[in-house]
C-alpha cells in the first residue's frame, strides 16, 4: 500500500524550526556597549601585550558591543555558519587598530580579539547588524562617547590618583544622560581601579537608553584611576 504524504505538513515543520532558530539566534534586549581602560588591563599580575602596532593610545578602548537580555543573561554564538571575515571590515581596521586594540598576550595584531568578539556577540546581532555594520556601530558609538574626555572634564584624570566611585558614574550620567555600569579590578597591590564602562544601547544599535539591568562591577567606594 502506497502511504501519501502531506508536503504541506513538512513545510510547516520547516518554518516552525526556522523560526525557533530565529528566535533562539537573534531575540535580544538591548546591547550592552562596553569600553576599557587600558591601563587597568595592564596593571595586573598578568600584565599585558601591546599590540603587533604598537602601543595603543592613552584612551578608552571598546571591548565588545555585546546583545543582552532584560534579565541580565545573554546570547552567544549564535551562528557558526558566519564566522569573522576580515575581508569585510577592510575599511575599519585602521580605526579598530586605535580605537579597539587588543592587549592579550602575545602580541597579536588584533584580528584575534575582533574574531572573538564577532562570533561570540556579534552573530548574535545578524537581525539589525551585518558583520560591518557591527564593527562600524561599535566604532561610532566610540566616536560619540569620549569617556576620557567626560571623566578629565570633571577632574577625574588617570593619574594613579583615587576617585569615589560615584562621582564617575555622576561625571558620565551628566554627560550622556544615563546612568553607567562600572567594573573594576584589581591592580598587584590589590587596590580597586577603574577597568570597565558599561553603556546602554538599544537594539537597533542606534540610540542610548537606561540600563535594564547594571553588571556587578565588584567595586569599592572609592577606586583608583592608573596611568597608561
Known amino acids: 500500500m502506497e502511504m501519501k504524504f502531506d ?4 513545510v510547516k515543520l520547516l518554518f516552525l524550526q ?10 535580544f534586549d538591548f546591547f550592552y556597549f562596553v ?7 595592564c596593571d595586573t599580575k598578568q600584565s599585558c601585550c601591546y599590540p603587533t602596532t604598537g602601543k595603543p593610545p592613552a584612551d578608552f ?21 558566519n564566522s569573522y571575515d576580515q575581508s569585510k571590515i577592510s575599511d575599519l581596521i585602521s580605526r579598530m587598530q586605535k580605537d579597539w586594540a587588543t592587549l592579550a598576550c602575545p602580541s597579536n595584531s588584533g584580528s584575534n580579539f575582533w574574531s572573538h568578539e564577532w562570533d561570540k556577540h556579534g552573530t548574535c546581532s545578524e537581525s539589525v547588524l551585518d558583520q560591518h555594520s ?22 577625574i584624570n588617570p593619574d594613579d590618583g583615587f576617585y569615589s566611585l560615584s562621582s564617575i558614574q555622576k561625571a558620565i550620567r551628566n554627560a ?39 553588571p556587578n562591577g565588584k567595586c569599592a567606594s572609592t577606586v583608583e584611576f592608573p596611568s597608561f
Open 7 to 10: 508536503s504541506s505538513i513538512l
Open 18 to 27: 526556522c523560526l525557533s532558530v530565529i528566535c533562539a539566534a537573534q531575540d
Open 35 to 41: 569600553q576599557q581602560w587600558p591601563g587597568s588591563y
Open 61 to 81: 578602548g571598546i571591548h565588545g558591543l555585546w546583545p543582552n537580555y532584560k534579565d541580565g543573561s545573554y546570547p552567544s554564538n549564535c551562528d557558526s555558519s
Open 134 to 155: 557591527y564593527f562600524k556601530t561599535a566604532l561610532n558609538l566610540k566616536s560619540k562617547i569620549d569617556l576620557l574626555q567626560i571623566l578629565q572634564s570633571a577632574g
Open 176 to 214: 550622556i544622560g544615563y546612568t553607567p555600569g562600572i567594573q573594576c579590578n584589581v591592580d598587584e597591590s590589590g587596590n580597586n581601579q577603574l577597568y570597565q564602562i558599561y553603556i546602554c544601547v538599544d537594539n537597533s544599535g542606534s540610540n542610548l537608553i537606561q540600563c535594564p539591568v547594571l
